[in-house]
């Protein structure tokens, strides 16, 4: 399984991005995709999930700025960011959870930082 994320980069406080992470090698049925970040200094945190019927979690921190959604034909997932605050700063992982597996598996990270 190999997760591909892109999209991170640099921007300035109230700007957006947008990440995308493509899902390879999976030869089971995908059931949710998600997104985890990981600031400087901090514990890893989950930022938003969801699954292959279009359910989404979003987490309180980023509520009402990101949208989270899943191409499922092409077994990619996007996290639109917007009004991003300097606190948005750090790696954001994809994640993906196909049936029968034990969890989440990971991909690399991709670098987001905002600046004030």
């Known amino acids: 399984v190999q997760l591909q994320a892109s999209g991170g980069g640099l921007t300035q406080a109230g700007g957006s991005l947008k990440l995308s992470c493509a899902a390879s090698?999976?030869?089971?049925?995908?059931?949710?995709m998600g997104w985890y970040r990981q600031a400087p200094g901090k514990q890893r945190e989950l930022v938003a999930t969801?699954?292959?019927?279009?359910?989404?979690i979003i987490e309180d921190p980023v509520k009402g700025r990101f949208i989270i959604s899943m191409d499922n034909a092409k077994k990619t997932a996007f996290l639109q960011m917007n009004a991003l605050k300097p606190e948005d700063t750090g790696v954001y992982y994809c994640v993906v959870d196909i049936y029968g597996s034990d969890g989440w598996l990971w991909g690399q990270g991709t670098q987001v930082t905002v600046s004030s």
């Open positions: 969801v699954t292959n019927h279009g359910r989404t």
């Open positions: 090698g999976i030869y089971s049925s995908i059931t949710a």
